[in-house]
């Protein structure tokens, strides 16, 4: 029941589903664990936690239990407790690879000088299932690339993506089907009717590893605007509506039944779904980076939305997704060539909706979002119409959990590198490079 709740994005009915079980004491172990799982994946992070300090409670010793509470613990922003869990996990049973890509991202910081040779060791054995080496693999990218060791580095990240690629199904041609099918979608859907009294979504759009997290954070910051993360709570609604459930944001046959549905009452669907995660704010962020796939369907569901484009150089973009390592969604960032086309197929599609719907986009270079940040977000704000005064810079964020790629390095200052990271790696992403045309 909780997983299903969780896949067509009814989060408020997964919590009072879950509080509806009695008390977590009473609850086994497996099951909290399962609970914790579905709560988190909807974005309900705090309900995750007290399920997980439950097993913790209950068995404090236990790895598993000790490996999904400090990746919640990570999402809050508790980093130190996190590393804490983590290690007591890896003390505990250090064949669990899931847990050493766990640690890479929260930093070297407290590791054993050898702690990378002793992965690379690990990695090397052959009696490891496809999925453990992609962790291995990506963890040890991490912590070889910190360390400025690029050749080791790069043969990690190789032996990860390799490893990961194969455990999934990836078609370039649906891909480019896709996008021609929502390009060839008539733009004059039976749009919802304008209303001056419903919530405004902020839609924070663009590829993965774009800059969208830092975008939210800062919008977030706002008194009138509450940041709700990566929800997936639109697809949710258009499933709903078409009667079709499909494995990606959308697929052919949602795009094949769009033009039959009634987006006001998709609109409806999705801020209902949305409401338990709202306050008073009368504006909210829901930063899916794929939901650029649904900006014709958002234009048409929810007419007071605003979308914010978030651009980013493709080679860093690519490169970014290259080395990160995803859950089974992001098919395509494993093989050079296969990202490359997917950014162009992306950047097309961008290209269409500007031209469809002129006026509902802006775009954010993340260059300029982080070389001149108060200007960006007064220009920003005022494409949102939000009123406050401009940001200041040095209001402190609102404490929240961020469950993204970014959950680490959001926390931090903002910065701008002074050299492009992917440069590091020139001679060996040319295949990338030739694919994207750079």
């Known amino acids: 029941m909780a997983s299903r709740l969780a896949a067509f994005g009814l989060g408020g009915e997964l919590g009072r589903y879950v509080d509806g079980l009695g008390s977590p004491e009473r609850i086994p172990i497996p099951l909290l664990m399962a609970l914790a799982r579905q709560c988190s994946l909807v974005g309900d992070q705090g309900r995750a936690l007290r399920l997980l300090d439950e097993v913790h409670r209950a068995d404090p010793e236990f790895p598993p239990g000790l490996l999904a509470r400090a990746q919640v613990l990570m999402y809050m922003g508790r980093l130190r ?21 766990l640690r890479s991202r929260l930093g070297a910081v407290g590791l054993e000088p050898d702690y990378p040779e002793r992965l690379q060791q690990r990695l090397a054995r052959a009696d490891h299932s496809a999925q453990d080496q992609a962790f291995l693999g990506f963890a040890l990218h991490t912590l070889l690339d910190a ?12 032996q990860g993506c ?24 008539p ?9 001056g009294n419903a919530k405004v979504p902020i839609f924070i759009v663009g590829m993965h590893r774009s800059g969208t997290t830092l975008l939210e954070t800062l919008l977030d910051a706002y008194p009138q ?19 079709h459930a499909c494995r990606g944001v959308i697929d052919a046959t949602i795009v094949a039944r769009a033009p039959d549905l009634d987006f006001g ?9 949305m409401s338990w995660r709202l306050g008073g704010e009368p504006f909210f962020v829901d930063k899916l980076p794929s939901n650029f796939l649904n900006v014709g369907f958002i234009c048409a569901a929810l007419p007071q939305a605003r979308i914010l484009h978030m651009v980013r150089d493709p080679m860093e973009t690519c490169f970014s997704n290259l080395r990160e390592l995803f859950s089974d969604a992001n098919a395509y960032s494993y093989d050079q060539r296969e990202l490359a086309d997917y950014f162009l197929q992306y950047r097309r599609l961008m290209a269409h909706w500007h031209a469809a719907y002129p006026g509902r986009i802006l775009d954010v270079p993340l260059q300029d979002l982080a070389g001149d940040t108060g200007t960006q977000m007064q220009r920003i704000a005022a ?8 940001l200041d810079e040095g209001v402190p964020r609102k404490p929240r959990a961020v ?36």
């Open 265 to 273: 009452e998709v609109g409806s669907a999705y801020l209902d779904s």
């Open 403 to 438: 469950a993204t790629a970014s959950a680490v390095q959001v926390r931090g200052a903002i910065s701008r590198p002074a050299a492009p990271h992917w440069r590091a790696y020139a001679g060996r992403l040319q295949p990338m490079a030739a694919a994207l045309g750079v």
């Open 162 to 185: 390799r490893a990961k690629r194969g455990l999934l199904e990836h078609d370039l041609d649906q891909v480019r089907q896709l996008v021609d099918g929502l390009i060839a979608m």
């Open 187 to 195: 733009v004059a859907l039976r749009a919802a009717p304008a209303t």
């Open 383 to 390: 494409f949102c119409g939000i009123e406050d005064a401009p």
């Open 81 to 101: 407790d996190a590393v804490h869990d983590v290690d007591r996990c890896l003390q505990r049973a250090p064949e669990i690879a899931h847990a050493h890509w």
């Open 225 to 243: 605007v509450r940041g709700v993360g990566e929800c997936y709570d639109f697809t949710a609604a258009m499933r709903l509506a078409t009667d």
């Open 147 to 158: 360390r400025g060791d690029h050749a080791g580095a790069w043969a990690a990240l190789e």
